[in-house]
Structure formats: structure tokens, C-alpha cells
């Protein structure tokens, strides 16, 4: 198992995640940004999804350069990552060519962090 910081092998394919959130009791205005976040502290990507009164969301991540990086997902109270911050989850990730799909759980603050790497 690989930890934040190692390096992938030699002509590793690129990750994905897949990203599911359920945005529980969320206000219906919220909204979330997804972060990728290598072992320096350096943001690599930033995603960002809006609730608009949706009861699940879904995002797919492609072709993140392959490495171990933390995983964070930020929830706001306002579309557009606007309002306050009200609940914030991370993860290690492991996407040194493979698929990783993170679902989460909003109960404010964010429950539930389910992962799996295929």
C-alpha cells in the first residue's frame, strides 16, 4: 500500500476518481470544491460542483498525474464555492494508474468518507 509522497512506477497511467456526494441536509444553495493535493502541500487540480437543490452529485476526475496526493473535498454554503465553509473531509489517494471513487455523506459536517480503488 502506498503512502502520500510516493513515487508511482516508471510509465505509470494517469488516476481518475469518480466522485459521488450525497448532499443530505445541505443548504439547497451549497456547494463543494475538490481538491488534489500532493505531498508538498501543493494544489495539482480543483474541481468544483454546485448542489442546486440536487439530492446526489457527481464529478469524474481524468487524467491526474500519477502519484499519491490527498484528496479534499470543501463544502460551501453558497454556490460557487460562496458563503462559509461548512464542512470539510480528506482522504489519501492513491492514483498511480488506477480509478479511485470517493462517495461522500453531508450531514453538516460532511460524514462519511466511503472509498474504493479499482
Keep these: 500500500m502506498r503512502v502520500l509522497g510516493d513515487v508511482c512506477p516508471l510509465a505509470t497511467n494517469p488516476g481518475n476518481i469518480n466522485y459521488q456526494t450525497s448532499w443530505g441536509n445541505a443548504p439547497t444553495t451549497a456547494s463543494q470544491v475538490l481538491r488534489i493535493i500532493d505531498a508538498n502541500g501543493t494544489?495539482?487540480?480543483?474541481?468544483?460542483?454546485?448542489?442546486?437543490?440536487?439530492?446526489?452529485?457527481?464529478?469524474?476526475?481524468?487524467?491526474?498525474?500519477?502519484?499519491?496526493y490527498v484528496f479534499k473535498a470543501t463544502m460551501?454554503?453558497?454556490?460557487?464555492?460562496?458563503?462559509?465553509?461548512?464542512?470539510?473531509?480528506?482522504?489519501?489517494?492513491?492514483?498511480?494508474?488506477?480509478?479511485?471513487?470517493?462517495?461522500?455523506?453531508?450531514?453538516?459536517p460532511i460524514t462519511a468518507v466511503v472509498m474504493s480503488q479499482s
Excluded: F, H, K
Design 76 to 108: 460551501y454554503s453558497q454556490a460557487d464555492a460562496g458563503g462559509v465553509v461548512i464542512g470539510e473531509t480528506a482522504q489519501v489517494v492513491d492514483l498511480c494508474g488506477n480509478t479511485v471513487t470517493v462517495r461522500t455523506s453531508n450531514s453538516l
Design 43 to 68: 494544489v495539482v487540480r480543483t474541481n468544483a460542483i454546485n448542489r442546486d437543490s440536487a439530492t446526489t452529485s457527481s464529478l469524474t476526475i481524468t487524467t491526474v498525474t500519477p502519484g499519491v
